[in-house]
């Protein structure tokens, strides 16, 4: 039997359409599908893609943890501040804390701070540095925090980029 060329390329386009019906869905439903949506199913279509959209939840989830963050900062701030000096413990350790900052391994970097401090009361040091350069920033923080390993039992990072362009690294640290 020879089919005229007209029916087969519309056999052709029928097959590819056609959706395969799934195991036990009904006919009426697999055509009801089939068919195109109307202006109230689009409708309801882009309300529901809105209501499952993450990114306002998730947006909402950053200002959360920005929030937190910076209150733990600001308590750490604070139990540093009403912290009493320890001179003999400080001044060694700050000397020490120097000595990393000068060290072969951030030498080896060729990042330098513009500026950098450190002060240690009797638990606890902060420590702070302004770059040019973010990536500098979060490399040299990551460098010198490797370098601490034997001074500070702990430390807390924080980098921060601000408006004119510099970042700015402040790390609490804890006695060893």
């Known amino acids: 039997m020879i089919f005229p060329l007209a029916f087969v390329g519309a056999l052709v386009v029928a097959v590819?359409?056609?959706r395969p019906k799934m195991p036990n869905e009904p006919v009426a439903a697999a055509a009801t599908s089939a068919a195109a949506p109307d202006a109230s199913n689009k409708a309801r279509s882009a309300a529901a893609m809105m209501a499952q959209?993450?990114?306002p939840q998730l947006l909402a989830q950053d200002?959360?943890?920005?929030?937190?963050?910076?209150?733990?900062?600001?308590?750490?701030?604070?139990a540093y501040r009403a912290e009493p000096v320890d001179s003999q413990?400080?001044?060694m350790t700050e000397r020490a804390l120097v000595d990393v900052s000068r060290g072969d391994a951030l030498a080896a970097t060729r990042?330098?701070?513009?500026?950098w401090s450190v002060q240690c009361h009797s638990?606890?040091?902060?420590?702070?540095?302004?770059?040019g350069d973010y990536d500098d920033a979060q490399d040299w923080a990551n460098f010198f925090l490797t370098g601490t390993g034997?001074?500070?039992?702990?430390?807390?990072?924080?980098?921060?980029?601000?408006v004119g362009g510099t970042t700015h690294v402040l790390i609490f640290g804890a006695r060893r």
């Open 53 to 55: 959209d993450p990114l």
């Open 150 to 162: 034997g001074i500070l039992a702990q430390a807390e990072l924080s980098v921060r980029r601000d």
């Open 123 to 131: 638990r606890s040091c902060k420590m702070s540095a302004v770059f």
């Open 63 to 78: 200002d959360r943890v920005l929030e937190e963050r910076t209150r733990y900062l600001a308590a750490l701030e604070a």
């Open 16 to 18: 590819l359409v056609m």
């Open 111 to 115: 990042i330098k701070p513009n500026a």
């Open 89 to 91: 413990w400080a001044a």
